[in-house]
């Protein structure tokens, strides 16, 4: 019983997780129409940044909830620099934007090489949040504990963004048919950088949430990436209730498969995946066929 | 302009190039650099092992003044990425192109039976610290020589130490689904089990897995925990083991309790118990020397992996200054290599076996917390027990151990205890 219900606990977390990297990874693609390959870079990207601030690399060192937000923006920003100066310069190619982010992926990763060198960087568990909670014979760590609650504050955030505001109808649009949008005056291609630098700080953002459960070591992109990737094309790409559905989803099966079916871990986490893209190829709240 | 290249031109061009670059060779051919190179992984994510090798060769030729037994050495460091197809392309530009006298490296046991046929061939001798035990074993290969472990040989060690030192009785072993996680654990259960223990449960994770609390969440009913990851997943799988309140005590091989890692390590790596062929504790002046050097030069404490390669430095040295600095006969120098036996490398004195495999000593260490521990570390892997002149085929007879299976997922199996 105490196994199930630490797997449960566990995979929810994990979901959390999976939803603050893949929301900004399933709006990029439901707008700009490419998977952004960079995604993994900019998880990874994050967490680096909050582990040299929180850890006082600098001569400084600072609250780790203050890191996350320095992280945060950096990345943002660096997502915006992204969208401008390079994608933008090649409009409507989709085929070479894909390219270009997957490039920018190996710089990426080679200049987190050379900064933080091969070494893994610990990041300690905020002081506040450390210790278990012990509910008979179950342990839960209160940080996974507060994951969680981050993921779904984080999820009503951008619920309420996408679906209460001004910028949330034109991001929609944009999503829904953009050429339309384009002619009742949206500037489509504003939106662009504007949910671009949003993706990329929520990747960091997840990036240096996750740091203190996964550390931070060279190759964390391509861990993470493909788990963006199955919960985009599971829930469907440019919807966020999409992205929060395969989140857990894929949560529960990275779990549940690894503890039930070792052997088959990845077969099963890709699996559903397959069927979603033989039966419905628009994910099960997608809103276009890619 | 005409671009057209005539016969005459070129007979033109192709003598003046020899004219310029030709005509100088001969005079400064009085002694040809040793040509010494290196396969490592400077990218990707087992970089944090490969900048190691490269820093250990790097710290030895510095040391001696770029020189191997009166030789002058001609270094050349090639990246595989960590991928075996890169590991065989950089084995032919190594070989073919610049005509290496001898290979180190590379750091996988994937990358190294990527070429292992090919070295055979080009009678390149190859000294790596790679895994894959049947290359000293059931299928040798006479030009490959291992100055630092075989997967299993440690934990053969750790094996014996868990059930006769620290009295367990009850083993669960984690590790990474691949070659070297099979022979890490297979040689950590045949030894456990040889002193009356028993493993009740193999775990094996697919490689670069995040999250490890799934299979943590599987960890119950014995008194020991045995894992072997590699690189800087030790990091991870502590803390989270720990932030789970698993209690049970941790042992692991060369890779899950690396020197190199302790200054990354939190609280939840004391009390792990390792076994490693290389300790920073070792105070013999060969190893301080290593230390002082690669402090300097670096300024990183070193591992497992920058020790080897340091070695492996020693140990072709000794070898061209048996074969009197010459490498023109290839059986020779490969035997001289094989019969080196030195006494004071950094991790103590090594020979090797029949089959090319290192015979020497063993550290059992435990980490702890230490106020007054040197080169700026929070931790220490404090040397328990020494095993000396450990061989790959540990207190088993050589014929006996070598009619088993090498070890892998199913062997040796799980038994009801």
Partial sequence: MTFWLLLTVNSITFGGLLFLLAAGFSLIFGLMRIPNLTHGSLFMLGAYFGATFAGGYLSMTFNFWVAVLIATVLVAAFGTVIERFLLRQLPGQQMAQVLVTLGISFIVADFCLMVWGGDPVRVDTPPSLTGFLRYGPLVFPHYRLAVIAIAVAAALGLWLLLDRTRLGAMIRAGVDDPDMARVVGIRVSQLFTIVFALGAGLAAFAGIIGAPILSVYPGLDQDMLPLALVVVILGGSGSLLGSFVGSIVIGFIYNFGQALLPELSYFVLFLPMLVVLLVRPQGLFGRFVP | ?417
């Avoid at chain 2, 030709?22 to 087992?46: E, R, S």
């Avoid at chain 2, 300790?279 to 080897?308: C, E, H, S, W």
């Avoid at chain 2, 103590?348 to 917390?369: A, S, T």
Wanted: proline share 6%; charged share 25%; hydrophobic share 40%.
């Fill in chain 2, 1 to 417: 302009m005409s671009r057209k290249f005539t016969r005459r031109k070129f007979m033109a061009a192709a003598g003046a190039a020899a004219a310029t670059f030709k005509f100088p060779m001969p005079a400064i051919a009085q002694g040809a650099p040793f040509k010494l190179g290196l396969l490592t992984v400077k990218t990707g994510g087992l970089a944090q092992g490969g900048i190691q090798m490269e820093q250990g060769v790097l710290t030895w030729l510095k040391e001696h003044g770029n020189n191997m037994a009166g030789r002058k050495v001609e270094f050349f460091s090639a990246d595989t990425g960590g991928k075996p197809a890169g590991t065989k392309t950089k084995a032919q530009e190594l070989i073919e192109r610049d005509k290496v006298d001898v290979i180190l490296g590379p750091l996988a046991a994937f990358e190294l039976l990527a070429i292992d046929d090919y070295i055979e061939q080009h009678k390149t001798p190859t000294l790596s610290l790679a895994g894959a035990d049947d290359l000293t074993q059931r299928r040798p290969n006479p030009y490959f020589l291992r100055p630092s472990a075989c997967s299993s040989q440690a934990m053969h060690v750790m094996g014996h130490y868990a059930a006769k030192e620290m009295g367990k009785k009850k083993a669960i072993t984690i590790d990474w689904d691949f070659a070297f996680g099979y022979e890490q654990e297979g040689g950590f259960q045949a030894a456990f089990e040889k002193d009356g223990g028993c493993v009740v449960k193999k775990l094996y994770t697919p490689l670069g897995t995040p999250d490890y609390t799934p299979y943590i969440a599987q960890i119950a009913g014995c008194d020991v925990v045995c894992q072997g990851f590699p690189g800087g997943v030790p990091l991870r799988f502590l803390k989270q083991y720990a932030n789970f309140g698993v209690k049970f005590p941790l042992v692991t091989g060369e890779t899950g309790g690396d020197d190199a890692l302790l200054h990354s390590f939190g609280d939840e790596a004391v009390g792990q118990t390792s076994c490693c062929p290389y300790t920073l504790d070792l105070k013999t002046d060969g190893n301080q020397r290593f230390i002082k050097a690669i402090l300097k030069d670096f300024k990183v404490v070193p591992g497992f992996y920058a020790a080897g390669l340091y070695v492996n430095c020693d140990v072709v040295e000794a070898g061209l200054k048996a074969a009197s600095g010459t490498t023109a006969n290839k059986e020779k120098f490969m035997a001289a290599l094989k019969a080196v036996d030195l006494k004071d490398t950094p991790r103590g004195p090594i020979k090797f076996d029949h089959l090319g495999n290192v015979v020497g000593d063993f550290y059992v260490r435990v980490c702890e917390k230490r106020s007054d521990a040197p080169y700026g570390l929070k931790l220490w892997n404090k040397t328990v027990k020494t095993y000396k002149d450990v061989s790959q085929f540990w207190t088993w007879p050589e014929k006996e151990f070598l009619a088993h299976p090498v070890y892998s997922r199913d062997y040796p199996p799980v038994k009801k205890c």
